[in-house]
């Protein structure tokens, strides 16, 4: 640590400012365990900052959790070049200042990997997320990059569904089983059925949480639909999980989370029992402190960077073969 950082806060920290704040402080307490560090953490209350910003030539790093109370502090006070950091963690889309770096857990897409680009260039794919917010992030960086994608192809999965069935209709196995009990019907004997998979798709595009993705494969196969691309997008495997199986993802390939695949040691026994969103919240915590030292930061969330006062982290590929995991840093 270089400088001081304070992290301000306006009365409470809610849930997921309080997980992150529990990441932050493990990765301190654990790099302080092994080195004499003369700075210091402040949690300091957003109204005294507020009456003290004006009058201090202090060089503290800031760290904010909050837009409501990033406002207010940039509009109360001056910031100095690149010295204050938001973390936003609830996608509210602020608009920053020059001299602030932003962390949205929520904005990063990974579209740009290669072998993404290979199958939305073919545009023989079909995207299915659990979660609308992703969709929308995918047509975006289509309609950015002038790629053509056929919309119906991009499906909403709830994760109470039957997905025997949702795969079933997703690939007009059903309309086709209907026909062969109407010919079998017409013809008055029975006719032999055989799942194919629809000629117009090679590729799936998977954003979801572990437990879909571990549902989805096995309802591909129960469908007989075995010759299909499948790539995973992060956070569709916990490890941590016990109900997470590395043969149920079997010959499909993506990116995930360093954090999620390796079950590491780092002395926080509560870590185990979060939900695989709230590991991210608590792990971008852990590597903030890192980062905010090095901004070429490898960490639990991956590759960090910096580009137009926003941060970016790359996850690293993966394979599932044979239920063994094959990791590419």
């Known amino acids: 640590m270089k400088k001081n950082i304070e992290i301000i806060y306006e009365k409470n920290f809610n849930e997921k400012e309080s997980i992150f704040i529990q990441g932050f402080f493990a990765n301190f307490y654990l ?14 209350d957003l109204a005294d900052k507020i009456k003290s910003c004006k009058n201090t030539k202090a060089n503290n790093i800031r760290i904010v959790l909050n837009n409501n109370v990033y406002e207010k502090l940039n509009k109360n006070c001056t910031t100095e070049k690149l010295n204050t950091y938001l973390v936003d963690l609830e996608r509210n889309n ?13 904005d990063q ?19 299915i997320s659990s979660e609308i917010e992703e969709i929308e992030k995918f047509i975006k960086f289509t309609k950015e990059n002038d790629f053509s994608i056929n919309k119906e192809n991009l499906i909403f999965l709830k994760n109470n569904d039957d997905f025997e069935l949702f795969i079933a209709e997703v690939f007009g196995i059903q309309d086709s089983s209907r026909r062969n009990k109407d010919l079998e019907r017409i013809l008055n004997q029975d006719l032999k059925f055989i799942s194919r998979k629809r000629n117009d798709i090679e590729s799936i595009i998977l954003s979801s949480n572990s437990e879909s993705s571990n549902r989805l494969l096995p309802a591909l196969k129960f ?7 499948v790539f995973n997008m992060p956070n569709h495997y916990d490890s941590w999980n016990s109900s997470s199986s590395t043969t149920d993802l079997d010959f499909s390939t993506g990116l995930e989370f360093p954090i999620l ?15 695989s969103n709230e590991k991210l919240v608590y792990s971008l915590g852990f590597d903030m402190l890192g980062f905010l030292n ?9 590759q960090y960077s910096v580009k137009n006062n926003e941060v970016n982290f790359n996850p690293i590929s993966i394979s599932f073969l044979d239920g063994e995991i094959f990791q590419r840093f």
Do not use: C, H
């Open 31 to 44: 790099n302080n365990k092994y080195s004499r560090i003369s700075k210091k953490i402040l949690l300091v």
């Open 94 to 106: 602020v608009p920053i200042s020059k001299s602030t770096i932003k962390i949205a857990l929520k």
């Open 109 to 127: 897409a990974f579209f740009d990997n290669e072998n993404i680009l290979k199958i939305i260039k073919k545009n023989k794919f079909i995207y």
């Open 223 to 229: 469908n007989l639909l075995m010759n299909l691309e």
């Open 261 to 275: 695949i390796n079950k590491l040691n780092f002395g926080d026994n509560s870590f185990s029992s979060l939900s």
């Open 294 to 302: 090095d901004q070429d930061y490898f960490g639990f969330l991956g």
